[in-house]
Nanobody, 116 residues
Framework: QVQLVESGGGSVQPGGSLNLSCAAS????????MGWYRQVPGKQREFVAA???????NYADPVKGRFAISRDNANNTVRLEMKDLKPEDTAVYYC??????????WGQGTRVTVSS
């Protein structure tokens, strides 16, 4: 059974930084893409960033220049470094891993709160 476990969420003041990490464990599954979405209560989950197997990185416009995604393929871990955080970044952040044959796997989410 595959599990994705996020860590690193918390509370920070505007302009601060947080680093999220997501580790995949389980039956040796490999992911051709890993990334992050976020969700605010009452709204749809929205894309934040992704890193495709070839090394291509994609970011949502609101986080470009502030967030950086990286991946440790050997350990099936994906990280999200978040800088210059804004109140509108407040959300539950979910990591995912995409396997071309088996589909998407999701973590349980980690909460990020940006508030003064």
């Amino acid at each position: 059974q595959v599990q994705l476990v996020e860590s690193g969420g918390g509370s920070v003041q505007p302009g601060g930084s947080l680093n999220l990490s997501c580790a995949a464990s389980g039956s040796g599954i490999s992911f051709n893409a890993m990334g992050w979405y976020r969700q605010v209560p009452g709204k749809q989950r929205e894309f934040v960033a992704a890193l495709v197997g070839s090394g291509s990185k994609n970011y949502a416009d609101p986080v470009k220049g502030r967030f950086a995604i990286s991946r440790d393929n050997a350990n099936n871990t994906v990280r999200l470094e978040m800088k210059d955080l804004k109140p509108e970044d407040t959300a539950v952040y979910y990591c995912y891993g995409r396997n071309s044959r088996l589909g998407n796997y999701w973590g349980q989410g980690t909460r990020v709160t940006v508030s003064s």
